[in-house]
């Protein structure tokens, strides 16, 4: 299996400011056919289910605020907060979407 | 607006068998692949397998082979049983429609607690 490793475990930003969330995976999730980073990223608010914001590492799911950006590639991915609102609290996950069985990251959460 | 709905028991109690069903609107289960996950309680996300309407199925090998993902199109329906559930089954269970190129987790079900006790 693939494993996620993301850092921090939490973190505190202030409003306004910037939120860099890191993930690492065991192994390269560049997949050489398209040339893209098997990686997704997930805001998971209290009482909710996870929400898609990115997928192939850097791609903004449609309707997700542009403060919100993916960057990385091969075994080394950031997922970055451009200026933290306070909607913004909440668990974010990295996936990775390249094999079987797909696996997350234990979980970054973001406080004010 | 694609929409999914999971239904089941709130508690089952160790030994037995957990079923639960994810209704889907909005999009044909023919024409997309669709996953479980769970979720413990505090705890992160975790992929328990999917399925495609024909009968393709992938499932989580470190989950062993305790769960079953079926597909009812007369229904648009996708149905996940787990045996001889423990405490450790204990979770909010998610149905997902994976996207149709990538596989990212595009849609989501707004989850169903499942608690293990006697």
């Known amino acids: 299996d693939i494993v996620m490793t993301q850092s921090p475990d939490s973190l505190a930003v202030s409003l306004g400011e910037r939120a860099t969330i890191n993930c690492k995976s065991s192994q390269s999730i560049l997949y050489n056919s398209n040339n893209k980073d098997w990686l997704a990223w997930y805001q998971q608010k209290p009482r909710q289910p996870p929400r898609l914001l990115i997928y192939w590492a850097s791609t903004r799911e449609s309707g997700v605020p542009d403060r919100f950006s993916g960057s990385g590639s091969g075994t080394d991915f950031t997922l970055t907060i451009r200026s933290l609102q306070a909607e913004d609290v909440a668990v974010y996950y990295c996936?990775?979407?390249?094999?079987?069985?797909?696996?997350f990251g234990q979980g970054t959460k973001v406080e004010i | 607006q694609v929409q999914l709905q999971e239904s089941g028991p709130g508690l089952v109690k160790p030994s037995e068998t957990l079923s639960l069903t994810c209704t889907v609107s909005?999009?044909?289960?023919?024409?997309?692949?669709w996953s479980w996950l769970r979720q413990p309680p505090g705890r992160g996300l975790e992929w328990i397998g999917y399925i495609f309407y024909g009968g393709t199925t992938n499932y989580n090998p470190s989950l062993k082979s305790r769960f079953t993902i079926l597909a009812d199109t007369s229904k648009n329906q996708i149905s996940l049983d787990l045996t001889s559930v423990t405490a450790a089954d204990t979770a909010v269970y998610f149905c997902?429609?994976?996207?149709?190129?990538?596989?990212?987790?595009?849609?989501w079900g707004q989850g169903t607690l499942v608690t293990v006790s006697s």
């Open positions: 909005g999009a044909s289960i023919r024409s997309y692949y």
């Open positions: 997902v429609r994976q996207a149709p190129r990538g596989n990212h987790f595009d849609y």
């Open positions: 996936q990775q979407h390249y094999t079987t069985p797909w696996t």
